[in-house]
């Protein structure tokens, strides 16, 4: 049974900078957006794809979509309002609520296909779902507010929280909307789930899954990417 996917890819890019959305730059010849929808049609050929777009998006083409079943989303102001409303779509067509969704941001084109697997299997396998997740190697500290160290954070036990993130249909709609009524902004899935009391799976995942973000990002993936194929 393949998993649904939502690519929430409706993001601006204010912190790139650059004159178009990061997903539509160029990375090894191609666009961000199109590596980072090879990788997840090389491990889930059979996915019915929710692509989350900004209604006015000028950039995008339909030929970098390979997934033969596919829905253009409306993304909405905040990344968690893009997925809601593709979870939406998708409770429309699907009548099982406990269908397997797995949301992957646009902007992080190195996920292995190995990681996919893993991250698959392993949600497909929980009663509550979960992520993919690096361990943190670099010791934290909290500021002051005004450029001083306040605190030092114990650094075992944090992870970073990369994507995908997979759940269950109806549980992370419901945590989506609770999260939209409390008014609580979000920026991963998992964050929903546990303000409603669960605990998502940390599935440790490769560091080299990063979300392009700043600008030195994209030469970053570039050779993250030929690592990968060498
Ligand atoms: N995203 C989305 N809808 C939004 C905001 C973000 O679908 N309203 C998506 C982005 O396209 C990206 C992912 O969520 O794939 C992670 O967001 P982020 O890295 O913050 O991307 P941007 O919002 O585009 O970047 P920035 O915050 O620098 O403007
Ligand atoms: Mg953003």
């Not at 900078?17 to 539509?24: D, E, L, M, S």
């Not at 199109?34 to 209604?55: G, I, K, M, N, Y």
């Not at 779509?89 to 949301?103: K, P, R, S, Y």
Request: with cysteine; proline share 6%.
């Amino acid at each position: 049974q393949a998993p649904w996917l939502i690519v929430p890819a409706a993001g601006s890019g204010l912190r790139m900078g650059a004159n178009r959305p990061k997903q539509y730059l160029r990375l090894a010849g191609r666009t961000v957006m199109w590596h980072t929808l090879q990788r997840l049609h090389s491990v889930f050929p059979e996915a019915r794809l929710c692509l989350c777009l900004d209604p006015r998006d000028s950039c995008f083409e339909p030929d970098v979509v390979p997934f033969a079943r596919w829905q253009r989303i409306a993304g909405g102001g905040e990344r968690a309002d893009s997925v809601l409303h593709a979870l939406e779509w998708i409770a429309a067509e699907e009548g099982d609520e406990q269908a397997l969704v797995l949301v992957h941001d646009v902007a992080r084109p190195c996920v292995t296909a190995e990681d996919l697997m893993r991250l698959h299997d392993a949600v497909d396998a929980d009663a509550v779902g979960g992520l993919l997740a690096a361990p943190v190697a670099d010791t934290m500290k909290r500021d002051d507010g005004a450029g001083r160290v306040a605190s030092t954070e114990q650094r075992a036990g944090l992870w970073h929280a990369l994507t995908p993130q997979g759940f269950r249909l109806g549980l992370l709609r419901d945590a989506l909307m609770d999260a939209r009524r409390a008014g609580r902004g979000m920026t991963d899935e998992a964050s929903a789930v546990e303000a409603m009391g669960l605990s998502p799976r940390l599935i440790p995942g490769r560091r080299d899954n990063i979300k392009i973000t700043h600008p030195d990002d994209l030469a970053l993936a570039e050779q993250i990417l030929a690592a990968q194929a060498s």
